[in-house]
Structure formats: structure tokens, C-alpha cells
């Protein structure tokens, strides 16, 4: 009897261990409010008090960016303002009447947090910081989130400035889609064309986490340290939000190495294993069409991620036809988002049919003949 008691309390220890390793970072958490998302879908891995309103201050500038990509090219120039030279706050130095490029700015705001130029994008993107503000809370409203007011493009306090964990991560991953996007907030140091200044990158965790990506700092006496990371690891991206953190970098490192050990990348299709057919102009048979690619999906916290699937291929197509000529994509979407696509193509090849053609195969085969 003795000796099942011995094997009972270890066990038992044993358990309240493996608890305590899995959920560590729920005491140690030094963040007021925190969330982890994945990057393609948006689905939640962790949360703590996700939902509670606060202030995010220099966060605030990835939703600037995101507006200055989706409304700009990234070669416009734009003049600095004597209100955008003069803003309160860290700046890069930039004097009125200078004239700037949009992508060096976009450097300027996410590596350096450069008010300057969050105001000097603002006023070049929307016509007026008023009218740019409005942009951002439109695209807030269209991305679903219901707790987010922004009242200036840089972050400085405001009672009419405010956001939650889990809008900045709906934000976050919007902005994190964005090739561009990911290219600026990924950069350790920069060479602009602007008077050749180097930037170096304020997102420590570029150096001291190995699967870092980006995004962005935050901090004001107001809203605390805030900060947003982007993280990549075997195949699955992560983003972390936490604001009002005094230990921010150690809560991130945490938070990212235990939602990894929470997603796994799990293969859906293997190559060729997807397979559709088409109907063929003047071939022997229908066209039978494969995925070159293997077709990739996700386990979040033990379950798997539903994907829908729709197949972006032509209505027909003309014989003959070669194996492997790629004819169109299979487009993989979670809740109509877009998360990915691979290539289709000719499984095997479809010979001209020896028959006499059709009056409307023949017609079909001119037309095309006419516009090619």
C-alpha cells in the first residue's frame, strides 16, 4: 500500500510540474493585457485580458504604414510641413520644406518611430492629418475592430487614442500580409536615399530572438512599454501583442516559444494528391489537372484549421496539351481570406482528337487563334 502512495504522490508532482511548465507564463507575464495570433488566419493561440481598452502609443504607426502602402507608390515624395518638422515626440530631424520619399519615411517611422515623419505621411497620403486619422478608423471599422479609436497617426496620448490587444493583432496580421510591409519592419539597419542617414532598427528582438521578423515599439508615460512582434518558425508565423508591459522583450521571448510548441504546420495535400479535371477543346479526354505543390495547413492548440479551397482554373482548355504545363492556381481561404495558392498543372498529356472537329470546337479554336 505504501508503495502505491509513493507512485501516487510522484505522479501527482509529476502533473502539477507539467502544468506549471505549460503555463508559466501566466504568472511571469508582466504585460496588463496580451495576445498571440497566428499570422494567416488571425486564430487566437494565447490571451490575457485581450479585450481591455488601453492606449498603445507608437504601435499606432503600423496602421499608418499600412495606409501609406495601400494608398501610395512607394516612390512618391512628399514635402515636410512646418506642424510635421515642429511634432512633439521622438523625430528623425526632418526640416520644413524638405522633400522626402515615401519609402524612406516608412523606414523613419517603423525603425526609429519618427513622428515627423508619421505626420509628414499623413498629411501627403490623406491631404491633411484630419483626413488621414479618418482613413485609419475606416480601415479599423473594415477589419472588425470594435475597440479601436484613433485620433493622430503617430500615438502621442489622447483620451480618443485607444486600441485592445486583440484589434492591434487583427491590425497587426492585415499589415503583416503586406510583401512591403513585411520588408521594412524585418530590416535590422538601413541606407536611405534622405541625406544617406543609416537607421538602425529599435525592435531589439531582431537581435536577441532568433525567429524574429518584426514589427514595431511603443512607448509613452501614458500607455507604458507596448510592443508588437512578428516571428517565424518552421513554416508558421506568429504575432504578439502585449501593451503596458514593463518586461516586454522577456514577455514576447516567452509567449512566442510556447504558442510555437501550440501550431503545427500539417500538410492537407501532398503534390498531386489534389486532383480536378477540366473539359478539353478537341482532345482526346478531359484534362486532367494536379497540385505541383504540396498544400499546407495548420494545427492551433490541437485542432485543425479549416480551410476552403476553390479552383482557379480556365472554363476549358484547347488541345493538345502537354503534362505538367501549369494551367492555373488552387487557392486556399480561411473565413474569405486569402491564406495561399499552388500551382495546377497537366497531370498527363492530352493529344489532339484525330475526329472531325465540332462547328463550334472549330469556332472556339479560331477565336482564340485571333485573340493569341
Request: glycine residues 6%; negative net charge.
Amino acid at each position: 500500500m505504501k508503495k502505491y502512495l509513493v507512485k501516487f504522490i510522484c505522479f501527482g508532482l509529476t502533473l502539477s510540474l507539467v502544468y506549471c511548465f505549460f503555463n508559466i507564463q501566466t504568472y511571469a507575464l508582466s504585460a496588463k493585457s496580451a495576445i498571440v495570433v497566428e499570422a494567416s488566419t488571425g486564430i487566437v493561440v494565447y490571451e490575457h485580458n485581450a479585450d481591455e481598452i488601453l492606449p498603445e502609443a507608437s504601435t499606432t504607426k503600423i496602421m499608418t504604414a499600412l495606409i501609406a502602402l495601400e494608398n501610395c507608390p512607394n516612390d512618391y515624395y512628399f514635402i515636410v510641413s512646418d506642424a510635421a518638422a515642429n511634432v512633439e515626440g521622438s523625430q528623425i530631424g526632418l526640416l520644413s520644406g524638405d522633400k522626402v520619399k515615401l519609402s524612406d519615411l516608412l523606414f523613419m517611422l517603423m525603425l526609429r518611430s519618427g513622428n515627423d515623419a508619421a505626420h509628414t505621411i499623413a498629411e501627403g497620403v490623406g491631404g491633411s492629418v484630419e483626413k488621414f486619422v479618418e482613413m485609419m478608423n475606416r480601415k479599423a471599422i473594415s477589419l472588425g475592430c470594435t475597440s479601436t479609436h484613433f485620433s493622430n497617426p503617430h500615438g502621442l496620448p489622447d483620451n480618443e487614442h485607444f486600441t485592445t490587444a486583440r484589434d492591434l493583432a487583427i491590425i497587426s496580421a492585415d499589415a503583416y500580409r503586406n510583401e512591403n510591409f513585411r520588408k521594412i519592419v524585418s530590416s535590422h539597419k538601413v541606407k536611405l536615399d534622405y541625406m544617406n542617414l543609416v537607421l538602425e532598427n529599435s525592435n531589439k528582438l531582431l537581435e536577441t530572438y532568433e525567429y524574429a521578423n518584426g514589427m514595431k515599439t511603443g512607448f509613452t508615460k501614458a500607455a507604458g512599454r507596448c510592443l508588437v512582434s512578428s516571428a517565424e518558425k518552421d513554416g508558421v508565423s506568429l504575432i504578439c501583442v502585449t501593451l503596458n508591459a514593463p518586461d516586454d522583450w522577456n514577455d514576447h521571448i516567452s509567449l512566442l516559444e510556447d504558442c510555437f510548441n501550440r501550431v503545427e504546420k500539417t500538410v492537407v495535400y501532398d503534390t498531386g494528391k489534389y486532383k480536378t479535371s477540366v473539359p478539353s477543346l478537341g482532345g482526346k479526354t478531359d484534362v486532367e489537372v494536379i497540385n505541383t505543390e504540396p498544400v499546407y495547413g495548420l494545427k492551433i492548440n490541437g485542432n485543425d484549421v479549416e480551410y476552403s479551397f476553390t479552383e482557379n482554373l480556365p472554363v476549358s482548355i484547347f488541345a493538345p496539351i502537354d503534362a505538367g504545363t501549369t494551367v492555373g492556381h488552387l487557392v486556399v481561404d480561411f473565413e474569405n481570406n486569402r491564406v495561399g495558392a499552388v500551382p495546377m498543372a497537366v497531370c498527363r498529356t492530352v493529344d489532339l482528337n484525330s475526329r472531325e472537329l465540332s462547328f463550334f470546337e472549330r469556332f472556339f479554336m479560331k477565336f482564340a487563334d485571333f485573340w493569341l
